[in-house]
Antibody
């Protein structure tokens, strides 16, 4: 059974930093690209960043480029998202998601975690 | 950057209704479009990918169609479990984008 469990969210002041983690199990983690998606309270889904299975290809939304860094440790089956220079508008539930097709860097996303809440406020 | 316009934003329906949601792309994306269902407080669920392929385990009352710039998600005979929000996602390239969502109430 595929499981994705996020952690690391919390309350952080504007300008602060956080590192989110996503522990994966139940599939061949290293062969699947992974994605972070966020959802602000009461709003829709926003793609944040994606990374290939090897980590060699990385993509960011313009809204987070230069502030967020995606990475993965395939030996630990863990996906990360480092958040810097956080703003109030970054307040959201951040979810990790698995890409459906092994070896393919683009979506769709066939399994999602429940998410971790990041609140940016003083 | 190719934008996605999803409509309607809210849809009122009853059990047994046939429901149609539309997603339009600002440029052709072939058939590289997915549909997701999300219930409050829950993770999104993949329903359809490549515009018309039903994800394993998804009931056959869900169907997708379209190519190029116009896509449709249809729910035949709406069931109580189908009251949720629905999102399209284009994935022809990066940046990938989701539609704004449709709440079926």
């Amino acid at each position: 059974e595929v499981q994705l469990v996020e952690s690391g969210g919390g309350l952080v002041p504007p300008g602060g930093s956080l590192r989110l983690s996503c522990l994966a199990s139940g599939f061949s983690f290293s062969t699947h690209a992974m994605t972070w998606v966020r959802q602000a309270p009461g709003k829709g889904l926003e793609w944040v960043s994606s990374i290939s299975g090897s980590g060699g290809s990385i993509y960011y939304a313009d809204s987070v480029k230069g502030r967020f860094t995606i990475s993965r440790d395939n030996s630990k089956n863990t996906l990360y998202l480092q958040l810097h220079s956080l703003r109030a508008e970054d307040t959201a539930v951040f979810s990790c998601a698995k890409h459906r097709t092994s070896g393919y860097v683009l979506p769709p996303l066939d399994f999602w975690g429940q998410g971790t809440l990041v609140t940016v406020s003083s | 950057d190719i934008q996605m316009t999803q409509s309607p934003s809210t849809l009122s329906a009853s059990v047994g209704d046939r429901v149609t949601i539309t997603c339009r792309a600002s440029q052709s994306i072939g058939t590289l479009l997915a549909w997701y269902q999300q219930k409050p407080g829950k993770a999104p669920k993949l329903l359809i990918y490549q515009a018309s392929i039903l994800q394993s385990g998804v009931p056959s009352r869900f169907s997708g169609s379209g190519s190029g710039t116009e896509f449709t998600l249809t729910i035949n005979s709406l069931q109580p479990d189908d009251f949720a929000s629905y999102y399209c996602q284009r994935y022809n390239n990066y940046p990938t984008h989701f539609g704004a969502g449709t709440k079926v109430e």
